[in-house]
């Protein structure tokens, strides 16, 4: 099992803003396409933004223009920038591998967005 943490999560108001962010230790990332997901209450989890290993973001539709995905391999990391948040952007926020690895999955972090 790889230890992926996700973080960053919390409340916030509709039009509010959060970073999350995915970290592991040891040198995970940098080869592989990395990719956020999104799991909403009753639905399956599906990625929301993608990154491949050169650095090309790819955006569901209903998050494009408002979330920006990055990646520092140096530290292993992977960000996303969540702006203009909106009620059904509310959900448990993971990442990991695209395609996923089962291995992969961290605890995940909880957004909410409700006024």
């Known amino acids: 099992q790889v230890h992926v943490l996700e973080s960053g999560g919390g409340l916030v108001q509709p039009g509010g803003s959060l970073r999350l962010t995915c970290s592991a230790p040891?040198?995970?990332?940098?080869?592989?396409?990395m990719a956020w997901y999104r799991q909403r209450p009753g639905e399956p989890r599906d990625w929301v933004a993608h990154?491949?290993?050169?650095?090309?973001?790819t955006y569901k539709d209903a998050v494009s223009g408002r979330f920006v995905i990055s990646r520092d391999d140096a530290k292993n990391t992977v960000t996303l920038e969540m702006n203009s948040l909106k009620p059904e952007d509310t959900g448990v926020y993971y990442c990991?591998?695209?395609?996923?690895?089962?291995?992969?999955w961290g605890q995940g972090t909880q957004v909410t967005v409700s006024s």
């Open positions: 990991n591998r695209i395609p996923p690895l089962n291995t992969y």
């Open positions: 040891g040198n995970i990332f940098s080869q592989f396409d």
């Open positions: 990154i491949t290993s050169r650095g090309i973001r």
